[in-house]
Structures are given as structure tokens and as C-alpha cells.
């Protein structure tokens, strides 16, 4: 008498005293396990299952945990440069012997099932306890805005009549630099010697928020301040 059992995703004629290699199952060596996913019993008598056969059974006795031959997955993409993998893999097994065929009364028999450790994609991997839930981070509280403080510098005309061309800052249009012009900011030394108050008070005024540093202006002043000199 044989049968056809199904574990580890893969099906199996065996008969009793076969040596047989499957995915691992969560098992030690000398325990007795029983596969209870039948397919199929041989004989006088055949019986095929739909899918399975209610009640039966193979009883087999674990001989050792191994690992088989060592698979070199190699893959190389044409035109991709440097676009090259190998990696390698030795898939678990667990080796049994199989002791009885029950063609009926195996879920009564009290016999540790055969439970496989899962696979993914082929690969087996080891059962655990489920990963704690992840805990949730502390909400950072925002950040206090830097009040606005009006600048020092400001005039209300340029030195000599002649003011510089602010339009060579970055983001600076003739429209913004007449703003800036209306707002008392004629030099680039005004801009270069402002603080992050200043800045949060010209931001403001200019109703372009986080524009002044997000553009750099600061630095920038500083530079062409620097040329003049």
C-alpha cells in the first residue's frame, strides 16, 4: 500500500520504511509526526481524495534537520552597468522515515501533526512569535516661531541717491525690489547685517515666508557688499 501526501507545497508517493526528504517541519530529531494532508491511498483499493481523504494519515518519525546543496542564483541586466547579483541560498529540510499509513482514524490518534515552518518565494523561514507592535513616536512639538523684530538699518532713502541694484540677489525682481525699496532696504549691507528676527519682520512685510533664507539672501548680500568695498 502507498500514499500520496502533500506538505511543504509539494506532493509525495511514499510507502512505509521510506526514507523521505521534506521542507523543515517544526520538529526534533526522534519525535513521531503525521502528515494529515492525503491525497491519495494505493492498493487493493484505491481511494482518491476530494482533495484530501477525511481521517487519514501517514505517521512517519523524524531523523534529522538538514540543509541541501548550496544554489548560486546569478543575475546580470543587459545595459543596466554594475547591475549584477549572486546570491545564494541552501534550502532546510527535514528528513523522516515513514513508519504507518492510516487510511482512517488519524485525527484521533494524537500524533503531533507535521507542521512546516512557511516559505516565501521558496525560501523557508523560521515560525515565530509575532514582532510587537511597533510604538508610536512622540509627537515633537512645533517648533516656537522667532518673533519679528523691525530692523535697525532701515532708511528712508539711499546713501549718496545711490542705491544698489538689488536685483542681483537670487529671487530679487524689479517688483521686489521696489518692495524692498518702499520698506527702507536700499543696500546690501542693510540685507547682509539683518538677524532671524529681522528676517522673520522683512518676511512678513514682503509676504514671501521663508523666502530671505530659503534663497540665501544673507550670504549673498554679504558677497556683493563685499565686492563694493
Given at each position: 500500500m502507498f500514499a500520496v501526501l502533500k506538505t511543504g507545497g509539494k506532493q509525495y508517493r511514499v510507502q512505509a520504511g521510506d526514507l523521505l526528504r521534506?521542507?523543515?517541519?517544526?520538529?526534533?530529531?526522534?519525535?513521531?509526526?503525521?502528515f494529515n494532508e492525503i491525497l491519495m491511498i494505493g492498493g487493493e483499493s484505491p481511494v482518491i481524495g476530494t482533495p484530501v481523504i477525511e481521517g487519514a494519515?501517514?505517521?512517519?518519525?523524524?531523523?534529522?534537520?538538514?540543509?541541501?546543496?548550496?544554489?548560486?542564483?546569478?543575475?546580470k541586466r543587459r545595459r543596466k552597468h554594475s547591475s549584477q547579483r549572486t546570491k545564494g541560498h541552501r534550502q532546510k529540510l527535514t528528513v523522516v522515515r515513514v513508519t504507518d499509513i492510516l487510511t482512517s482514524g488519524a485525527d484521533a490518534s494524537g500524533v503531533k501533526a507535521a507542521i512546516g515552518t512557511g516559505s516565501v518565494s521558496?525560501?523557508?523561514?523560521?515560525?515565530?512569535?509575532?514582532?510587537?507592535?511597533?510604538?508610536?513616536?512622540?509627537?515633537?512639538?512645533?517648533?516656537?516661531?522667532?518673533?519679528?523684530v523691525k530692523p535697525a538699518n532701515l532708511l528712508t532713502e539711499a546713501r549718496d541717491g545711490q542705491p544698489d541694484d538689488l536685483k542681483k540677489i537670487s529671487g530679487?525682481?524689479?517688483?521686489?525690489?521696489?518692495?524692498?525699496?518702499?520698506?527702507?532696504?536700499?543696500?546690501?549691507?542693510?540685507?547682509?547685517?539683518?538677524?532671524?528676527?529681522?528676517?522673520?519682520?522683512?518676511?512678513?512685510?514682503?509676504?514671501?515666508?521663508?523666502r530671505i533664507e530659503r534663497d540665501g539672501w544673507i550670504g549673498q548680500a554679504k558677497q556683493f557688499a563685499a565686492e563694493k568695498e
Open positions: 521534506v521542507e523543515r517541519i517544526a520538529a526534533q530529531a526522534g519525535e513521531k509526526v503525521q494519515g501517514v505517521q512517519a518519525e523524524v531523523i534529522d534537520q538538514i540543509k541541501a546543496d548550496k544554489v548560486i542564483h546569478y543575475v521558496g525560501f523557508a523561514i523560521e515560525a515565530a512569535a509575532p514582532a510587537p507592535a511597533p510604538k508610536k513616536a512622540a509627537k515633537k512639538e512645533d517648533a516656537p516661531a522667532t518673533e519679528g530679487v525682481g524689479p517688483k521686489l525690489e521696489s518692495l524692498l525699496h518702499q520698506n527702507g532696504v536700499f543696500h546690501f549691507d542693510q540685507i547682509a547685517a539683518w538677524t532671524p528676527a529681522e528676517i522673520a519682520y522683512m518676511d512678513d512685510q514682503l509676504s514671501f515666508k521663508g
